[in-house]
């Protein structure tokens, strides 16, 4: 059993920056692909980012460039930082852990950027 429990979100002004943690409890964590997911209003969840167990990276195209992801393994904690940050970030974003056919999300954290 895996629980993901994000923080570091909220307002932020445009071309502003953050970062979003996700601290994960389990043993099974740092064999995990984690990723970043984010939800719009209106929109269906798309991929941010994600992380492998090896540290191999994927961003999306709208997040390469602006969008870090990173991993401490000594704390069980993924980080995403974003930067020059848009009023179109605007989102709930999730957390995501996946090893095998064992998969957690965590409760979502609002970020919003105002313009």
């Known amino acids: 059993q895996v629980q993901l429990v994000e923080s570091g979100g909220g307002l932020v002004q445009s071309g502003g920056s953050l970062i979003l943690s996700c601290a994960a409890s389990?043993?099974?964590?740092?064999?995990?692909?984690v990723a970043w997911h984010r939800q719009a209003p209106g929109r269906q969840r798309e991929l941010v980012a994600s992380i492998t167990a090896g540290d191999t990276t994927y961003y999306a195209d709208f997040a390469k460039g602006r969008a870090t992801i990173s991993r401490d393994k000594a704390k069980n904690t993924v980080y995403l930082q974003m930067s020059s940050l848009k009023p179109e970030d605007t989102a709930v974003y999730y957390c995501?852990?996946?090893?095998?056919?064992?998969?957690?999300w965590g409760q979502g954290i609002q970020v919003t950027v105002s313009s």
């Open positions: 995501n852990s996946k090893w095998l056919s064992f998969e957690y």
């Open positions: 389990g043993t099974i964590f740092s064999l995990s692909t």
